[in-house]
C-alpha cells in the first residue's frame, strides 16, 4: 500500500497540474435572436475538413457566450445560418464582439446566401491595437491597397523593387509587434507575392521559404503558399519523367515506403516530415486524375493513417479519407433529422430498407418548381419501392406545401445537413440504397431518365 502511495505522488509532482487555456468569444448579435451561432475551424488545412469547436444560442437580447479550450493561435471563423466572418483565436483569448448584420435588416430572411453571399461584419470591442484579429486587418488592409495600386506592375513586370518597398514599409509599420503568429503570417503573405510576381524562381523560393524551416499547421498564410507552391508541383512531376515511376508506385506497389523513396530523390523534400506533408497533398492532386487508382491511393492515406510517426499526419491522412471518399457510391449517406409539414421529427434512417430518392430544393430556384410536377408523376409510380424526399431550405414551410403526396422536410437553420450533403445549388439529388448507402451522388433529376434507374429496381 505504501509503495502504491509513493508512486502516485511521484507521478503527481513529476507530471506537474497543466491549466487548461480557455478562448471565449462573447457578444452580441441584434436581431439573431434564437439563431445558433457557431466556431468552426479546419481540422487540417490540406484536407480543409471542418469541425466545430463551439456553439451557442443566442439568447432573447441579442447575447451569446462561447467558451472553449484552445491551445495555440487558429484560424476559425464566426458562422450564423449561412453568413461568416474570419477571426483568429489565440490561447486564453478573450474576445468581445458584435455582429451586425441581422440588425435592421429585414431582408436577411429573403436573402438567398447561394447567390447573394453576406459577410457577419464583426466588431471587435475594447480590443488593444495588438491583438491579434487588429493586426491582421490593420495589415491587411494596407496589403489590399498595396495590390490594388500595384497589381499590374507586379504581375507583368515582375517589379522586384515594388515588393521590397512594400516589405520595408511593412517592417517600419510593424517594427514593435513581437506576436509570433503575426509575423509569420506577414512573412509568408509577402512570400505568396514573391511566388506570384515571379520574382524569385522555385529553387530561390524552396530555400527562402520551406527547406529547413519549420512547418506552421496552423498559420492560414504559411498553408496558402505551401499548397499552391505544391500545387504546381505536382503538376509539374506528374507531366516529367518522374510521372512513371510515380505512378507505378501508386497504381501498383500501393506502399506508402516505396512513394515516400522515390520522392526523396528530390532535393527540396529530404526532410521527412516535409516530404510526407507533400505526399499527402500529391494524393489528394492525384485522386482525380483518371490515370490514378483511387483505391490505391485510399489504401496509402490508410497505411499513413496507422504508421506515420507525426500525429498531425496521421490526422490528414484520416481527414483526407474522409473527405475524397464522401458521398461516392457505397458509402454511407449522412443521416439527419428534421421537421416535417406536421413538425414531426423524420430521420433518413427511419426508411432503412426502402430506397430512397432526395431533391434539396428552394424557391429561389424555377426549376425546383418544375421538377417538383415532375417528381409527382414517379411517386405515383414507384411509391410502394422507393421512399420520396423533398427537402426545403426555405423558412416558409407553406411555398411547397399544399399539393404533394411525399415526404416534406425543411432543413433552414440546419447547416450541417447542408454541409454534410455539399449542397451548393438547387435542386441537388440524391439516391439511397435500402441498407443507407449512397448509389448515386448527385443523382439523375426527373428530366434526366432517373426512371430507367428505378424501373431497373422494380424488375
Not at 56 to 78: E, H
Not at 108 to 127: E, G, M
Not at 163 to 191: G, M, S
Not at 319 to 341: Q, R, S
Amino acid at each position: 500500500m505504501r509503495k502504491k502511495i509513493f508512486v502516485y505522488f511521484l507521478l503527481l509532482f513529476t507530471f506537474p497540474y497543466t491549466k487548461a487555456q480557455y478562448c471565449t468569444i462573447k457578444g452580441t448579435a441584434p436581431g439573431a435572436q434564437g439563431r445558433e451561432i457557431r466556431v468552426i475551424t479546419y481540422s487540417d488545412q490540406i484536407s480543409y475538413l471542418e469541425k466545430t469547436i463551439a456553439s451557442d444560442t443566442i439568447d432573447a437580447s441579442g447575447n451569446f457566450n462561447l467558451k472553449f479550450i484552445n491551445t495555440s493561435t487558429i484560424y476559425a471563423f464566426v458562422e450564423i445560418d449561412f453568413y461568416k466572418s474570419d477571426i483568429y483565436l489565440e490561447p486564453d483569448g478573450n474576445n468581445n464582439i458584435e455582429i451586425s448584420l441581422f440588425k435592421n435588416n429585414k431582408n436577411i430572411n429573403l436573402n438567398n446566401p447561394f447567390l447573394n453571399p453576406l459577410s457577419l461584419d464583426i466588431n471587435f470591442i475594447d480590443q488593444n491595437e495588438n491583438d491579434i484579429n487588429i493586426l491582421i486587418q490593420n495589415f491587411n488592409s494596407i496589403y489590399n491597397n498595396f495590390m490594388i495600386k500595384n497589381f499590374e506592375t507586379i504581375l507583368k513586370n515582375h517589379s522586384r523593387k515594388k515588393v521590397e518597398q512594400f516589405k520595408n514599409d511593412i517592417d517600419k509599420r510593424f517594427k514593435n509587434t513581437t506576436n509570433k503568429y503575426f509575423k509569420n503570417y506577414i512573412k509568408y503573405k509577402i512570400a505568396s507575392i514573391e511566388q506570384m510576381s515571379q520574382i524569385k524562381n522555385k529553387a530561390n523560393l524552396a530555400k527562402k521559404y520551406i527547406i529547413d524551416k519549420p512547418i506552421l499547421y496552423d498559420n492560414i498564410e504559411y498553408m496558402d503558399f505551401f499548397n499552391n507552391y505544391f500545387n504546381d508541383y505536382a503538376g509539374s512531376i506528374t507531366e516529367s519523367a518522374k510521372n512513371k515511376d510515380l505512378k507505378s508506385s501508386i497504381n501498383h506497389n500501393i506502399k506508402f515506403a516505396a512513394l515516400s523513396d522515390i520522392m526523396s530523390a528530390d532535393t527540396i523534400l529530404k526532410n521527412k516530415r516535409l516530404r510526407e506533408l507533400v505526399i499527402l497533398q500529391l494524393l489528394k492532386i492525384v485522386y482525380y486524375y483518371p490515370d490514378y487508382k483511387q483505391k490505391n491511393i485510399i489504401n496509402i492515406l490508410k497505411q499513413i493513417s496507422e504508421e506515420s510517426k507525426y500525429k498531425r499526419h496521421r490526422l490528414i491522412a484520416k481527414n483526407l479519407i474522409k473527405t475524397l471518399k464522401n458521398l461516392c457510391p457505397g458509402t454511407a449517406a449522412p443521416d439527419f433529422t428534421l421537421k416535417d409539414v406536421n413538425n414531426k421529427n423524420i430521420s433518413l434512417s427511419d426508411f432503412k430498407g426502402k430506397y430512397v430518392y432526395i431533391n434539396f430544393i428552394t424557391k429561389y430556384s424555377n426549376y425546383c418548381n418544375i421538377d417538383m410536377n415532375l417528381i409527382s408523376e414517379l411517386y405515383e409510380k414507384y411509391n410502394d419501392k422507393i421512399e420520396f424526399i423533398s427537402i426545403s431550405n426555405d423558412r416558409n414551410p407553406q411555398k411547397f406545401n399544399s399539393n404533394y403526396k411525399w415526404t416534406l422536410l425543411y432543413s433552414f437553420h440546419n447547416n450541417k445537413l447542408i454541409k454534410n450533403y455539399s449542397v451548393k445549388s438547387y435542386p441537388l439529388y440524391v439516391f439511397i440504397d435500402d441498407k443507407g448507402n449512397i448509389i448515386q451522388y448527385p443523382a439523375k433529376a426527373p428530366d434526366e431518365n432517373i426512371e430507367y434507374f428505378f424501373k431497373q429496381l422494380v424488375r
